[in-house]
Structure formats: structure tokens, C-alpha cells
């Protein structure tokens, strides 16, 4: 019998209030690594009205001037309207930022210390972390996430290059997708919302996002009669923002990774450092689990790992491949012990992340991006190996979705 389902997905735009507070986030954590690779940074925002806090735990030899960073993330975010009453000169912002607790950083430095049991760096804190790819799309993630984040991207993209003069910085888009016998066969709905300037009419709204976003992202053989477009739901969308609704660091986790497909361990990206397993061995997961399905070791792979704080080994790594696994999923899991390096210092290496890149996985998705570390399928031939294939990868029996 035809297994038959409707799975959805959301994204944010750049302008939603806790996307200002993550970006916002990693603009502190990008300032703090072009001085000081070695900072240590756990940065959280809040922004409400005309107001942001800065709070958190930053140890950096850099010299910043936090309050320019802040207007400046405004500033190209596009809170920059006269009638804006978050605005990027005029908000208030308090910093409440402190050093790291002593305690943390010798868990984390690479240094003996009492009742520590290595000398080696470890984990930031215990937790655990998830990483997912599957062969859906050309970036190996589910299809309604991507196209969420497609959405986004266009709007934004009109907004910025000023297509249109209403459009405004605070958006989301949601799309459900009809899977049939596991696989996505068409758009049930789409789901866009965007903040707008007061004297625009909702239908002209509605007329011009079809065509020029959703028609412009959606493959039109996924499209039919039935489809149903929601356009600004409410009616009207002028008060958004911060102005509107509060925002928070690392509130959008399931934007941030899978769309709600893929699981997501208990800590959120934005404002960490890479010697916060929080962030650097989600990051690790995903590359694992991509290079995997891109070995054809698997159709679909999520990986989970878990950490002790201050201790460098991860306490358990578990690969499952739903099904999809071309060779025993204990042998995949002996080949990712044999082809990469969890600790977390050996993570910061292999993918390279004292680097300023923060501020571009913000929107739109942690996962995905081409341009990213840890979405490299470099480790391909060796996880083959591992596993004890030769020849060429074999072809996937399950369609990629293209757009």
C-alpha cells in the first residue's frame, strides 16, 4: 500500500527578531576571531522595541568596539527606514558581557588541571549533537527546509536590490510537502509572510510575491491546481521586527538545521565559538553524515554523537541509516571512527574554524551552503575504503529533487 504523507518546513528572513539576535551573535563572534583566533566567545542578544543587550561570556585579546558592531549588523540587516523604531543609529544597547568562568576555560584549555583527567583541550559541556544528509536535493537536505530557505533568499534578495520599495526586513516562508512512498512528489502549500510599508494593498502583495517568488523557486511540476498559497495570512504586516515581538539567540534551531526532519541535539549555533561542541560537532556531524550518503555507504544518514565537559573524546558516536545502508551500519560506523577525528580540538583542524565565517551561516541555514567547511564531500575515497568498497560510487535508486 502507498505510504502517503505531508511533511512541513519553515524558514526565517534576515529581519525576524531572533535572526537579528543571532546575527547579531555571530557578528560579535566573527569581530572577536579576525583579532584573536584563540577567543572564546558565548554571546547572546536580546532585542525588543528599540533596545539591545548583549550578555554572555567573551575572554579575547581583541579590541572592539561593541556597540559599532551591533549598529552595524542593523545596518545590513536593513533597519534603516525613518519610520523604524528599531533602527540602526538609535537603539539602545547595554552590554553585560563578562569573562569566561575560570572553571570552564580549564576544561577547555589544552592544560592539566586538578581533577581533570587528560591534559588535552575537551568539550565546552556534555552534550549531543545530531548531523543528517540525504539525497533528496543537490545539497543532500529534505526538500521543504530548502525550499523555506530558497524563498527566503529571493525575498530578500528583491528587498535588498529594491525591486520593490514596501518590501520590509521581517519575513518567513513555510512549505508542506506530499511525500509518496518516501519520496516528495508535489507543493501542498507555501506559506509566505512579510513585513510590508503601510500603503501597500495586500493583493498587490499577494500578485507579486506568487510570481516572483514562489514561482521563481518552486519547479513548476511540483506545482498544480490544488496548491494553495497563504500571502501575509493576517492581512497586514507593517509593525514587525523587534518592534513587534522580542527576539532571542538560538531560538530558531530548527531554521538553523533540518527543518524539524533531521533531529536536533540540546544547543543552539549562534554566538559560540568553535570550542563549543554545541556548534563545532553539529557542524562535524553534518560533514560526516554527507560523505556519507555522498560514499553511496547510504541513502539517508543521521549520525549522533555526545560529550562530557573537559573531557576530548566523545562518550558515543551512533550512525543510522533508516533503512538505506548499502553495507552493515556497524561497518559505516567502524569507517567514521577510522576516517575522522571528534575530539574537539581535532574538529576545529579538520574543518578550520578560527576563522571569521560566522556571520554567513546565520540565515538561511547552517547546512546546505556550498561555500561551507563542513559541507565538502572531500572525504569520499576514504570512507569507501573504510568500508571495503572499491570502483565507483553506485547511482541511488531515489531521485534528487532539483531546483
Known amino acids: 500500500m502507498a505510504k502517503s504523507f505531508v511533511f512541513s518546513s519553515e524558514s526565517v528572513?534576515?529581519?525576524?527578531?531572533?535572526?537579528?539576535?543571532?546575527?547579531?551573535?555571530?557578528?560579535v563572534l566573527d569581530a572577536c576571531l579576525a583579532q584573536d583566533p584563540a577567543s572564546r566567545v558565548a554571546c547572546e542578544t536580546l532585542v525588543k522595541s528599540n533596545h539591545v543587550v548583549l550578555a554572555g561570556e567573551i575572554t579575547t585579546s581583541a579590541t572592539l568596539n561593541y556597540e559599532s558592531i551591533v549598529r552595524e549588523a542593523i545596518r545590513e540587516i536593513g533597519y534603516t527606514h525613518a519610520d523604524d523604531v528599531f533602527h540602526a543609529d538609535t537603539v539602545f544597547v547595554t552590554n553585560l558581557l563578562t569573562k569566561q568562568s575560570?572553571?570552564?576555560?580549564?576544561?577547555?584549555?589544552?592544560?592539566?588541571?586538578?581533577?581533570?583527567?587528560?591534559?588535552?583541550?575537551?568539550?565546552?559541556?556534555?552534550?549531543?549533537?545530531?548531523?543528517?544528509?540525504?539525497?533528496?536535493?543537490?545539497?543532500?537536505?529534505?526538500?521543504?527546509?530548502?525550499?523555506?530557505?530558497?524563498?527566503?533568499?529571493?525575498?530578500?534578495?528583491?528587498?535588498?536590490?529594491?525591486?520593490?520599495?514596501?518590501?520590509?526586513?521581517?519575513?518567513?516562508?513555510?512549505?508542506?510537502?506530499?511525500?509518496?512512498?518516501?519520496?516528495?512528489?508535489?507543493?501542498?502549500?507555501?506559506?509566505?509572510?512579510?513585513?510590508?510599508?503601510?500603503?501597500?494593498?495586500?493583493?498587490?502583495?499577494?500578485?507579486?510575491?506568487?510570481?516572483?517568488?514562489?514561482?521563481?523557486?518552486?519547479?513548476?511540476?511540483?506545482?498544480?491546481?490544488?496548491?494553495?498559497?497563504?500571502?501575509?495570512?493576517?492581512?497586514?504586516?507593517?509593525?514587525?521586527?523587534?518592534?513587534?515581538?522580542?527576539g532571542l539567540t538560538g531560538r530558531k534551531i530548527i531554521v538553523d538545521t533540518y527543518g524539524g526532519w533531521g533531529r536536533h541535539g540540546g544547543g543552539a549555533f549562534?554566538?559560540?565559538?568553535?570550542?563549543?561542541?554545541?556548534?563545532?560537532?553539529?557542524?562535524?556531524?553534518?560533514?560526516?553524515?554527507?560523505?556519507?550518503?555522498?560514499?553511496?555507504l547510504a541513502d539517508i544518514c543521521e549520525l549522533q554523537v555526545a560529550y562530557a565537559i573537559g573531557y576530548p573524546d566523545p562518550v558515543s558516536i551512533w550512525v543510522d541509516a533508516m533503512g538505506t545502508a548499502r553495507v552493515s551500519e556497524e561497518l559505516i560506523a567502524k569507517a567514521v571512527r577510522q576516517v575522522f577525528n571528534f575530539k574537539p580540538a581535532a574538529i576545529v583542524q579538520q574543518l578550520d574554524l578560527l576563522r571569521p565565517i560566522y556571520r554567513g551561516t546565520t540565515n538561511y541555514g547552517h547546512f546546505g551552503k556550498a561555500e561551507l567547511p563542513w559541507e565538502q564531500t572531500n572525504r569520499v575515497v576514504e570512507l569507501r575504503a573504510a568500508a571495503g568498497l572499491t570502483g565507483s560510487r553506485p547511482s541511488s535508486s531515489r531521485e534528487t529533487i532539483n531546483a
Open 102 to 246: 575560570a572553571d570552564i576555560a580549564q576544561g577547555v584549555d589544552a592544560r592539566a588541571a586538578l581533577g581533570k583527567e587528560t591534559a588535552e583541550q575537551g568539550a565546552g559541556d556534555q552534550g549531543l549533537m545530531f548531523g543528517y544528509a540525504c539525497n533528496e536535493t543537490p545539497e543532500m537536505m529534505p526538500t521543504a527546509i530548502m525550499f523555506a530557505h530558497r524563498l527566503g533568499r529571493e525575498l530578500t534578495k528583491l528587498r535588498k536590490s529594491r525591486v520593490v520599495s514596501w518590501l520590509r526586513p521581517d519575513a518567513k516562508s513555510q512549505v508542506s510537502i506530499r511525500y509518496e512512498n518516501d519520496r516528495p512528489v508535489k507543493v501542498e502549500n507555501v506559506v509566505i509572510s512579510t513585513q510590508h510599508a503601510a500603503d501597500v494593498e495586500h493583493a498587490a502583495i499577494r500578485d507579486f510575491l506568487i510570481e516572483n517568488v514562489i514561482r521563481k523557486v518552486i519547479p513548476a511540476n511540483l506545482i498544480d491546481g490544488q496548491t494553495k498559497f497563504l500571502i501575509n495570512p493576517t492581512g497586514r504586516f507593517v509593525v514587525g521586527g523587534p518592534q513587534g515581538d522580542s
Open 13 to 27: 528572513g534576515e529581519g525576524h527578531p531572533d535572526k537579528v539576535a543571532d546575527f547579531i551573535s555571530d557578528s
Open 270 to 296: 549562534s554566538g559560540k565559538d568553535p570550542s563549543k561542541v554545541d556548534r563545532s560537532a553539529a557542524y562535524m556531524c553534518r560533514w560526516v553524515a554527507k560523505n556519507i550518503v555522498a560514499a553511496g
